[in-house]
């Protein structure tokens, strides 16, 4: 209702109500007027003319009354200077309230003035609630230093509220405690975070459950730059987070796992063990945490997974898409059953996503058909999966080349499987002959400009075994000016040119003429530079020698990505980038951050050494 009155004169009538005083006796009626005073503040109306009504608001006994007077003290205390030095006084006095609360309001309210001519007005109640004997005026002072010290750095210093702030990490209330390890860490930026030391670790450790979650996952984030000094303090570490990995906070769960990852690194089977411990309560977390969450788990169960492959192979079946999720988490979801698929659960999954192909949504259909053929990829009976490993290949290329007649019902089910099939051939050229024999038809019926290119990759590469080969070409070729008009006819007219040099090499007699053609129509193509580039590469090396051009062009392929991750480089040097950044949108991007994010917002790390001393304080500080 607010929203909808006239803003006519609205100030003046606001100062006429808090002037009112049967307004003053009633605290409802007088909460409803600040609150209006507020809602036009952040409805963007200059009310800063009321500062002084308000300022005689804020003598009262009403928390709710004081905490907007507050705000409207702290939005305007910057761009008015002048009108803040108004409030000094009264927030002075409230600062030393017999209530902690008050205590804590009024502290947080005079940080928030944020004019660098009051700071000596602030430093005394600041000092003072450090010392206070409740735990939120404390913590309240300690987010405080923050603020001091981003607004006047000489004071901050000039206090030594650094070596203060180490020594409150052994505080009684643990906020208190958390709120100090976010400020040092903010403080210390520069120089790579706080100082950590062997007794700083432990007794955070041995605190650590009476940390609510927040702190949990502060205290967590400073472990991965702790060097333990032996293998037996490093498992000491462990033991003290082990219950941590039962908590019902993920957050908590993924920062354990990742300073367990940093605890065991370079230890692969550490590691290994490491992932059997996390992946009951990971899998837990997935399956009752919301969407969002449930995504940025799932990039990190696929991150481990490619880490130490075969741990989480067993729980394929957690992987299964359900109807009601989210689409990206059905995308995450099949993407991961293409790496969890193996050589006994290879056909489940199949036909599971075999289901999926079906499915309304284009692109889940499309990523279905995918990660059927990156099983097929990599579990190739060259590695370790043999004869067996061959066999299911040969059935999932059986369901691809289904899928490859199906374009006259769905054409992006087909044109995905002409792409997939190629891809599998690349794997599997041993594998063309079930795929061969149906290329001449489905080139007639696929229209999507790389599934076509595709069928006519196949078609060069099965020259030697498929006796239509050339002459399904041929009939494009003669159409030359028809392909033309077709939807990406670049990306067709290229795969043509290669698939026409490719059998010239294997049948010449029947290939010539219409190589010859094809060349001829390609450097006249203006359509395409690189089109015309290519065909008088092609036509030079003809010239220079058939042998020379012979093994160019038919030279080994471009290698085929067996997994996949995100659709980027998946390298062990790639993968041990992103473990580095664990727990960090790092993961579920799939990049590092030097990628995403400006060098001057990066986080800086670096390693240093710390003497072990007595007190909590680090015994030095980085260089």
Request: hydrophobic share 40%; net charge negative.
């Amino acid at each position: 209702s607010y929203f909808a009155e006239s803003r006519k004169g609205e100030v003046n009538e606001l100062r006429q109500l808090l002037k009112n005083f049967t307004i003053e006796k009633s605290q409802k009626r007088k909460r409803d007027v600040i609150k209006k005073v507020i809602m036009y503040m952040t409805l963007g109306i200059d009310v800063s003319r009321l500062f002084g009504e308000m300022m005689l608001a804020i003598e009262t006994r009403d928390l709710v009354i004081k905490k907007m007077v507050y705000l409207f003290i702290g939005g305007y205390a910057s761009h008015h200077p002048d009108l803040a030095q108004m409030c000094i006084n009264s927030l002075q006095k409230d600062a030393r309230s017999e209530d902690p609360t008050v205590r804590g309001l009024a502290l947080r309210a005079l940080l928030s003035l944020r004019v660098p001519q009051l700071v000596e007005y602030v430093a005394d109640p600041l000092r003072q609630s450090l010392t206070d004997g409740h735990g939120y005026v404390r913590k309240t002072g300690v987010m405080g230093l923050l603020k001091l010290y981003h607004l006047d750095r000489a004071a901050f210093e000039s206090e030594n509220y650094v070596d203060v702030l180490y020594d409150m990490l052994r505080d009684s209330d643990p906020q208190v405690v958390s709120n100090c390890v976010v400020v040092l860490e903010e403080i210390m930026a520069d120089e790579g975070g706080m100082a950590l030391n062997r007794p700083i670790v432990l007794h955070l450790l041995n605190r650590l459950h009476e940390f609510p979650e927040f702190g949990i996952v502060v205290i967590l984030g400073l472990l991965p730059r702790y060097k333990p000094e032996n293998e037996e303090e490093s498992f000491q570490i462990m033991n003290l987070l082990d219950p941590i990995l039962r908590s019902s906070s993920p957050a908590a769960m993924l920062g354990t796992v990742r300073v367990f990852l940093h605890l065991t690194g370079g230890n692969q089977d550490m590691q290994r063990r490491v992932m059997e411990r996390v992946k009951a309560p990971l899998l837990t977390h997935v399956a009752s945490a919301p969407p969002e969450c449930a995504h940025t788990l799932l990039s990190h169960l696929e991150l481990m997974g490619r880490l130490c492959p075969s741990v989480f192979d067993d729980e394929y079946r957690q992987m299964y898409v359900r109807y009601n999720e989210p689409t990206h988490i059905k995308y995450l979801k099949v993407n991961l059953l293409a790496l969890l698929a193996n050589i006994e659960t290879a056909p489940d999954v199949c036909s599971e996503l075999a289901e999926y192909v079906t499915d309304v949504d284009v692109r889940l259909s499309r990523l279905a058909v995918r990660a059927m053929a990156r099983i097929a990829c990599r579990l190739h009976p060259q590695g370790t999966a043999g004869e067996h490993g061959a066999a299911v290949s040969e059935g999932i290329v059986v369901r691809l080349v289904e899928f490859l007649e199906t374009a006259h019902l769905t054409q992006h089910v087909a044109a995905e499987g002409a792409c997939s099939l190629a891809d599998v051939v690349r794997v599997h050229p041993a594998l063309r002959g079930h795929v061969a024999p149906y290329l001449p038809r489905a080139l007639k019926h696929v229209s999507d400009p790389h599934g076509k290119a595709a069928i006519i990759w196949m078609l060069g590469e099965s020259a030697d075994i498929l006796t239509e080969a050339p002459y399904a070409l041929e009939k494009l070729i003669d159409s030359y000016d028809a392909v033309g008009r077709m939807r990406g006819q670049s990306v067709i007219k290229a795969a043509l040119l290669t698939a026409t040099m490719k059998i010239f090499f294997k049948r010449p007699p029947e290939t010539r003429d219409m190589l010859g053609r094809l060349l001829s129509h390609a450097v006249e193509d203006v359509s395409s530079q690189d089109l015309h580039d290519r065909a008088l590469a092609y036509y030079r090396l003809l010239r220079s020698g058939p042998d020379q051009a012979q093994v160019i062009v038919t030279g080994r392929g471009p290698s085929v990505d067996k997994g996949g991750f995100l659709e980027e480089d998946t390298g062990k040097g790639s993968i041990r980038d992103l473990m580095r950044e664990f727990n960090t949108l790092a993961v579920v991007y799939g990049k590092t951050s030097e990628t995403f994010v400006n060098e001057e917002y990066r986080t800086k790390a670096i390693d240093v050494q710390w003497e072990e001393g007595e007190g909590m304080a680090p015994a030095a500080t980085p260089a």
